[in-house]
């Protein structure tokens, strides 16, 4: 049992169960489906700090989170790993056969 903060209660508290809530948004998470992007970046003479920057924001934008990023040794490049939650509708267009 939660103790929350009620304005209109005579003390100001009453209790409430939030725990089935709680629950709820446990599974829900457990349950996320994923899409992954994986893109190199740079080259031979290294990625530009601007490049690195634009990249990432163009990917927040469309709601991506970089998970990973991985640097080669020596190679001057940059490869990037990232998800986002899988939307229904990016699920619908990856069930659909490919037109040529």
Do not use: C
Request: avoid cysteine.
């Amino acid at each position: 049992m939660n103790m929350v903060r009620d304005p209109f209660a005579n003390n100001g508290w009453v209790t409430h169960d939030v725990s089935h809530e709680t629950k709820e948004n446990e599974m829900s998470e457990e349950f996320k489906q994923w899409e992954y992007r994986v893109q190199t970046i740079g080259g031979m003479f290294g990625t530009k700090d601007e490049n690195i920057e634009a990249t990432l924001n163009d990917w927040g934008v469309e709601g991506w989170e970089v998970t990973h990023v991985y640097t080669p040794e020596g190679s001057g490049k940059m490869t990037l790993v990232a998800k986002r939650p899988l939307t229904r509708e990016a699920r619908r267009s990856r069930s659909m056969p490919q037109q040529i």
